[in-house]
């Protein structure tokens, strides 16, 4: 067949159209290439079609090729491929392609893998599309320059995003930016011998595992929400390459009986995250092995919610030259705050807060930790650091109600605003988002004095209260409740300033042996 080169605006479908179908429009753009940009709108329907843009005549950064839904509602149009095929297993492929950008669309693989097949192409965009299929978008080696953006992955895919270089031919500069994935069944994002890699803005939600990056350098993992995981949010593996991976400003919570991060890769620099895990495994909010050397792990804030007390707030296999600084590491599950399995050569580790509400708070080589003056004079770390309760406003959201953590870190450079962007104060606050203590607050620290073995017979209760308002605190009533019945209420007065606190006895209560016994103490 001899065919014209193409330029300007065409229709796909409907009445009256430039082409019936995808076919026809591809078939002309295969053999004749164009002259000039070319736009296809494709009108509302279902295309049941297989199609692949090869290299195309004429085409360049100016004038390139673009596939729209012409009513711009991805839901309208649907490119779909239903066959089974095992050898041809996409739906839409581009192979040694460039400059083609498809918008608005939905594209489907049913009965196969890959709805969108991406190969040895460059200048590639998919944008505001809907994908459905085992493999939503697969790029191999020789692929550069695509942006996957704005588009809404269903069907509980078994891989949203596959990334998949090569040791010799890495998959280079390519950005995965405000998608939505709902589900999958087993990797969001898998990322193979690449570089050059921006994760920015996904939502991603009940997944198996969200992140996995492998063998790859200059990756960015920024302002992601990753929700809902059965195993862990975010994992780094790489012996080989040693240009830095970021991972900052991501919301991870709900990760169950798995990591938060998991740091397997030299030069990762986890800055303004928020991590919170639960479940019954043994797991870590922040788990750094012995490839993780020269990474950074700062303003971090971690919620561990998991009940197995051998879990940790970070866990510290073995790696050097590490600096961990301005980080609240909690755990309200009973387990560890801090585990540092070895000694680790250069450790720089201060400014940090640590809060466990079980007994032993640290661990070093083995060696259970229950107070932070212990853990600064056995490890050697900490000096300025803290341990108190954080008072996150939930078990996810790490927004703190702490004034001791109020300006106690240390200014970082290159580390200017928090996970909201928020200007850091000098000197900051710890933890991943900036604290401003309302005027007039009052908290309760801790319980002192009652701890196990509860002797039984009648007993004092005091409380440590703490003023965390920015004002002088004058008056406040302290409810407090034994076995969720409430007791007579505490009229505090007297004159705290700011960030002060006080050993106060809201009153006694009669204890009785061998029974277990829940106090709950709060301010109003």
Same mark, same amino acid.
């Given at each position: 067949?001899?065919?014209?080169?193409?330029?300007?605006?065409?229709?796909?479908?409907?009445?009256?159209?430039?082409?019936?179908?995808?076919?026809?429009?591809?078939?002309?753009?295969?053999?004749?290439g164009?002259?000039?940009?070319?736009?296809?709108?494709?009108?509302?329907?279902?295309?049941?079609?297989?199609i692949?843009?090869?290299?195309i005549?004429?085409?360049?950064?100016?004038n390139?090729?673009?596939?729209?839904?012409?009513?711009?509602?991805?839901?309208?149009?649907?490119?779909?491929?239903?066959?089974?095929?095992?050898?041809?297993?996409?739906?839409?492929? !581009?192979?040694?392609?460039?400059?083609?950008?498809?918008?608005?669309?939905?594209?489907?693989?049913l009965? =196969?893998?890959?709805p969108?097949?991406?190969?040895?192409s460059?200048?590639?965009?998919?944008?505001?599309?809907k994908?459905?299929?085992?493999?939503?978008?697969?790029?191999?080696?020789?692929?550069?320059?695509?942006?996957?953006?704005?588009?809404?992955?269903?069907?509980?895919?078994?891989?949203?995003?596959?990334?998949?270089?090569?040791?010799?031919?890495?998959?280079?500069?390519?950005?995965?930016?405000?998608?939505?994935?709902?589900?999958?069944?087993?990797?969001?994002?898998?990322?193979?011998y690449?570089?050059?890699?921006?994760?920015?803005?996904?939502?991603?939600?009940?997944?198996?595992?969200a992140?996995?990056?492998?063998?790859?350098?200059?990756?960015?993992?920024?302002?992601? @929400?990753?929700?809902?995981?059965?195993?862990?949010?975010i994992?780094?593996?790489?012996?080989?390459?040693?240009?830095?991976?970021?991972?900052k400003?991501?919301?991870?919570?709900?990760?169950?009986?798995?990591?938060?991060i998991?740091?397997?890769?030299?030069?990762?620099?986890a800055?303004?995250?928020?991590?919170?895990?639960?479940?019954?495994?043994e797991?870590?909010?922040?788990?750094?092995?012995?490839?993780?050397?020269?990474?950074?792990?700062?303003?971090?804030?971690?919620?561990?919610?998991?009940?197995?007390?051998?879990?940790r707030?970070?866990?510290?296999?073995?790696?050097?030259?590490?600096?961990?600084?301005?980080?609240?590491?909690?755990?309200?599950?009973?387990?560890?705050s801090?585990?540092?399995?070895?000694?680790?050569?250069?450790?720089? @580790?201060?400014?940090?807060?640590?809060?466990?509400?079980?007994? @032993?708070?640290?661990?070093?080589?083995?060696?259970d930790i229950?107070?932070?003056?212990?853990?600064?004079?056995?490890? =050697?770390?900490?000096?300025?650091?803290?341990?108190k309760?954080?008072?996150?406003?939930?078990?996810?959201?790490?927004?703190?109600?702490?004034?001791?953590?109020?300006?106690?870190?240390?200014?970082?450079?290159?580390? +200017?605003?928090?996970?909201?962007?928020?200007?850091?104060?000098? +000197? +900051?606050?710890?933890?991943?988002?900036?604290?401003? +203590?309302?005027?007039?607050?009052?908290?309760?620290?801790?319980?002192?004095?009652?701890?196990?073995?509860l002797?039984?017979? !009648?007993?004092?209760?005091?409380?440590?209260?703490?003023?965390? =308002?920015?004002?002088?605190?004058?008056?406040?009533?302290?409810?407090?409740?034994?076995?969720?019945?409430?007791?007579?209420?505490?009229?505090?007065?007297?004159?705290?300033?700011?960030?002060?606190?006080?050993?106060?006895?809201?009153?006694?209560?009669?204890?009785?042996?061998?029974?277990?016994?829940?106090?709950?103490?709060?301010?109003?």
């Amino acid at each position: 067949d001899l065919s014209t080169p193409l330029c300007g605006n065409y229709t796909i479908g409907g009445t009256n159209p430039h082409f019936q179908n995808f076919t026809e429009a591809v078939t002309i753009l295969n053999n004749a290439g164009i002259s000039c940009p070319v736009v296809f709108y494709v009108r509302d329907g279902i295309y049941s079609e297989q199609i692949e843009i090869g290299q195309i005549q004429g085409v360049d950064s100016i004038n390139t090729v673009s596939f729209i839904g012409e009513n711009l509602d991805s839901s309208l149009v649907s490119l779909e491929y239903t066959q089974t095929n095992n050898i041809l297993n996409y739906t839409l492929n !581009l192979n040694n392609t460039e400059y083609i950008y498809i918008r608005h669309i939905s594209i489907k693989r049913l009965s =196969g893998n890959y709805p969108v097949w991406i190969q040895a192409s460059n200048n590639i965009e998919i944008a505001n599309c809907k994908l459905y299929g085992s493999y939503s978008i697969y790029l191999n080696s020789e692929s550069e320059l695509v942006e996957i953006k704005n588009c809404h992955f269903d069907g509980n895919p078994n891989r949203a995003i596959r990334i998949s270089g090569t040791s010799t031919n890495q998959i280079k500069n390519i950005s995965i930016n405000n998608n939505i994935i709902p589900n999958s069944n087993s990797f969001c994002f898998e990322i193979d011998y690449s570089k050059n890699i921006q994760i920015f803005k996904n939502s991603i939600s009940n997944f198996d595992r969200a992140i996995d990056v492998n063998y790859s350098d200059n990756v960015d993992i920024e302002n992601n @929400m990753l929700e809902n995981g059965s195993y862990y949010g975010i994992e780094i593996y790489s012996y080989q390459f040693q240009d830095s991976i970021f991972i900052k400003n991501n919301i991870i919570s709900n990760i169950l009986n798995d990591d938060g991060i998991r740091i397997h890769c030299p030069n990762v620099e986890a800055i303004n995250n928020f991590i919170q895990i639960e479940g019954i495994a043994e797991k870590s909010g922040i788990y750094i092995n012995y490839y993780g050397d020269n990474s950074k792990v700062l303003f971090n804030s971690i919620n561990v919610t998991n009940t197995n007390t051998s879990s940790r707030a970070i866990y510290i296999e073995d790696a050097d030259n590490l600096d961990i600084k301005n980080n609240i590491f909690s755990n309200s599950g009973g387990g560890y705050s801090a585990d540092i399995a070895n000694s680790p050569l250069n450790l720089q @580790m201060d400014y940090n807060n640590y809060f466990s509400s079980g007994n @032993m708070v640290w661990k070093n080589a083995g060696t259970d930790i229950q107070t932070l003056a212990n853990w600064q004079t056995t490890t =050697g770390f900490d000096a300025n650091s803290k341990d108190k309760n954080p008072f996150y406003s939930s078990i996810s959201d790490l927004s703190i109600n702490q004034i001791l953590l109020d300006g106690a870190g240390i200014s970082i450079s290159g580390i +200017p605003i928090d996970i909201d962007s928020t200007i850091r104060s000098n +000197p +900051p606050d710890i933890g991943a988002r900036e604290f401003s +203590p309302c005027t007039i607050d009052a908290g309760v620290n801790l319980i002192s004095g009652l701890s196990n073995p509860l002797a039984a017979g !009648l007993q004092n209760i005091e409380v440590e209260l703490q003023n965390q =308002g920015s004002g002088t605190l004058t008056s406040v009533e302290i409810n407090w409740t034994v076995n969720g019945q409430i007791q007579i209420p505490f009229i505090w007065s007297g004159n705290l300033i700011s960030a002060q606190n006080e050993i106060v006895q809201i009153g006694t209560y009669t204890f009785v042996g061998g029974s277990n016994y829940d106090v709950s103490v709060w301010t109003t």
